[in-house]
């Protein structure tokens, strides 16, 4: 299956975040949310230069940690705490890693997914998921809505009723007590980006 070239599409001067701030406010929200002491392991999918997995092993060192990032220049951004920890691996492809995370975390990444390919996410989140899913799944962009995803980044977003029934298809089931929880908890950080509280969902598998 022929996969959409994205290389092109995504500038590092644009794409790698200096600022922390959101990320901060993200794991608070997710501390929060969770029992973080009874939590093992977090697998970060699409982690960037891996803001959230470093708070997470700040506060909890001697936990399990894993990023998956497709670009090699946000692995090389990334802070020598995680960066060893960062996995470079296009989520387009079968994901033969071998271990389970107790939390994975997949934010802003669905809807840069080849339509025809989301059923390769969405199998390899399954194989990563040991018990929660924290997802979003963006709504706007692509060809349809070029003033907001000028890079045509969006390959295929969707509404919140087809994400949260795409998601259920593979096996997910929204936790909507833990969802209304995290959400809830954001309004707290005026940094948190409002684009992952649209669409955040907490799963269970």
Same mark, same amino acid.
């Given at each position: /299956?022929?996969?959409?070239?994205?290389?092109?599409?995504?500038?590092?001067?644009?794409?790698?975040?200096?600022?922390?701030?959101?990320?901060?406010? $993200?794991?608070?929200?997710? %501390?929060?949310?969770? %029992?973080?002491? /009874? @939590?093992?392991?977090?697998?970060?999918?699409?982690?960037?230069?891996?803001?959230?997995? =470093?708070?997470?092993?700040? =506060?909890?060192? %001697?936990?399990?940690?894993?990023?998956?990032?497709?670009?090699?220049?946000?692995?090389?951004?990334?802070?020598?705490?995680? =960066?060893?920890?960062?996995?470079?691996?296009? @989520?387009?492809?079968?994901?033969?890693?071998?271990?389970?995370?107790?939390?994975?975390?997949?934010?802003?990444?669905?809807?840069?997914?080849?339509? %025809?390919?989301?059923? @390769?996410? /969405?199998?390899?989140?399954?194989?990563?998921?040991? &018990? $929660?899913? @924290? /997802?979003?799944?963006?709504?706007?962009?692509?060809?349809?809505?070029?003033?907001?995803?000028?890079?045509?980044?969006?390959?295929?977003?969707?509404?919140?009723?087809?994400?949260?029934?795409?998601?259920?298809?593979?096996?997910?089931?929204?936790?909507?007590?833990? *969802?209304? &929880?995290?959400?809830?908890? *954001?309004?707290? $950080?005026?940094?948190?980006?409002?684009?992952?509280?649209?669409?955040?969902?907490?799963?269970?598998?």
């Amino acid at each position: /299956m022929t996969k959409i070239a994205i290389d092109d599409r995504y500038d590092p001067k644009e794409e790698i975040r200096h600022n922390e701030s959101p990320y901060i406010g $993200y794991f608070r929200c997710l %501390d929060h949310t969770f %029992d973080l002491s /009874m @939590i093992d392991s977090l697998c970060d999918v699409g982690c960037a230069t891996g803001g959230l997995i =470093k708070n997470f092993k700040i =506060k909890y060192p %001697d936990k399990t940690i894993c990023g998956i990032e497709y670009f090699n220049w946000q692995k090389e951004a990334a802070d020598p705490l995680v =960066k060893d920890s960062i996995i470079l691996h296009d @989520i387009r492809d079968k994901l033969s890693h071998g271990v389970r995370y107790d939390i994975v975390n997949c934010t802003e990444v669905g809807e840069h997914i080849d339509e %025809d390919l989301c059923p @390769i996410l /969405m199998d390899n989140l399954r194989s990563l998921c040991k &018990k $929660y899913l @924290i /997802m979003t799944w963006s709504h706007g962009g692509g060809k349809a809505d070029p003033s907001h995803d000028p890079h045509q980044q969006h390959l295929n977003p969707l509404p919140y009723s087809e994400y949260v029934r795409l998601v259920g298809n593979y096996g997910f089931v929204k936790n909507d007590v833990l *969802t209304n &929880k995290f959400i809830d908890e *954001t309004a707290r $950080y005026p940094d948190f980006y409002s684009w992952w509280r649209d669409s955040l969902v907490v799963w269970n598998v």
